[in-house]
């Protein structure tokens, strides 16, 4: 992948989601619903803080549950931030490639995170990444942030599912693909540049 300058609002663009197993909390499900959740999906949180974070380490800070981690890049403000991730394309069971993976947004969190934009000094935005699977290890794909905002203009169709912690609520699963063209983001964009930010857009 290409550099990306760096700016004051993403620190670290460079770290990547495979640089996450070799930290001493890598792959190692902890917090809410952990029996449940993949080890790459805490990885992903993991990356998020570090990427967005000052100090570039992985870390997750968050007291409230629909926010995965929290950073603080610059002064002025404060990240909330969700982390969603995902299988670059499904594996069928013959070997052969399925469909594109795709994110699973919790409308309750959802809407939580859209009250929150109008709190002093803090910014809620989604923190994306697709990563691929070579011989059982994750590899980035692509990275993306975008504000709360931002993705609640390109969501529609939410249905209600059966959470293990939650019970019944409404959710919204959307391929990365459609994500990236519903937000007008290239593939070769998303895939070339280290991380994708619509944070200033």
């Known amino acids: 992948m290409t550099d990306t300058p760096t700016n004051d609002r993403v620190p670290h663009p460079e770290i990547k989601l495979e640089d996450v197993r070799e930290s001493i909390d890598g792959n190692n499900c902890q917090g809410r619903g952990g029996e449940t959740a993949s080890s790459r999906g805490y990885n992903a949180e993991l990356?998020?803080?570090?990427?967005?974070?000052?100090?570039?380490?992985?870390?997750?800070?968050?007291?409230?549950?629909?926010?995965?981690?929290?950073?603080?890049?610059?002064?002025?403000?404060?990240?909330?931030?969700?982390?969603?991730?995902?299988?670059?394309?499904?594996?069928?069971?013959?070997?052969?490639?399925?469909?594109?993976?795709?994110?699973?947004?919790?409308?309750?969190?959802?809407?939580?995170?859209?009250?929150?934009?109008?709190?002093?000094?803090n910014e809620s935005i989604y923190f994306f990444v697709v990563y691929t699977v070579e011989d059982g290890t994750e590899k980035e794909v692509g990275k993306l942030i975008a504000p709360v905002e931002t993705v609640d203009d390109i969501l529609d169709n939410w249905f209600v599912q059966d959470h293990v912690t939650m019970g019944p609520s409404k959710s919204r699963q959307i391929s990365w693909r459609l994500l990236l063209k519903r937000l007008n983001v290239s593939r070769d964009q998303f895939e070339s540049t280290d991380i994708v930010d619509l944070t200033e857009t």
């Open 47 to 121: 990356l998020a803080h570090a990427v967005l974070g000052n100090s570039g380490i992985f870390l997750r800070a968050s007291l409230d549950p629909w926010v995965d981690t929290v950073t603080r890049p610059v002064e002025e403000f404060w990240y909330k931030i969700e982390v969603k991730s995902c299988v670059d394309r499904y594996e069928k069971r013959n070997g052969e490639q399925g469909r594109y993976g795709s994110f699973k947004l919790w409308k309750s969190h959802h809407d939580q995170l859209v009250q929150t934009i109008e709190e002093d000094f």
